[in-house]
């Protein structure tokens, strides 16, 4: 349940909601425990009271637990990071007519292919593209 505003009442397994919808409209829902429900901005704030128990806690001192090995890390190799790689160049666009001019303009680059049945070639021709604009060195 979201946006819950007041919770009415509570009997047995059946729950009385009261759900706050816009325009401050409510809505009153009976369900079933257990649920889920998030409280809406328009419930009213908990009372002072609320917190009382909560503040009456003990408090005792515990000694530290010596940490355990850390067995898992034993085995990793470690190395420097590697720096990230340049993103594509995107053109950015200042107004709207910029926007649809590059949303309409043709591809001009002539380069494309099409490679069909030879995954050799066609991991070369990704390979080469990554290359070329510098997300990857040789």
Do not use: C, H
Not at 27 to 49: F, Y
């Amino acid at each position: 349940m979201t946006g819950i505003a007041a919770i009415e009442s509570i009997e047995g397994e059946e729950v009385t909601l009261l759900q706050a919808l816009s325009r401050g409209q409510r809505w009153r829902i009976t369900t079933r425990l257990p649920l889920v429900a998030s409280v809406d901005e328009a419930a009213a704030s908990p009372r002072q009271l609320a917190f009382a128990k909560a503040r009456r806690g003990a408090i005792s001192e515990q000694q530290p637990v010596a940490p355990r090995p850390d067995v898992d890390s034993a085995g990793w190799q470690w190395q420097d990071a590697r720096s990230r790689p340049k993103r594509l160049k995107v053109a950015r666009a200042k107004t709207a007519a910029d926007r649809f001019k590059q949303a309409t303009a043709k591809a001009q680059g002539g380069k494309g292919q099409i490679i069909r049945n030879d995954p050799q070639a066609a991991a070369q021709a990704i390979y080469d593209l990554l290359v070329e604009e510098g997300v990857l060195r040789k």
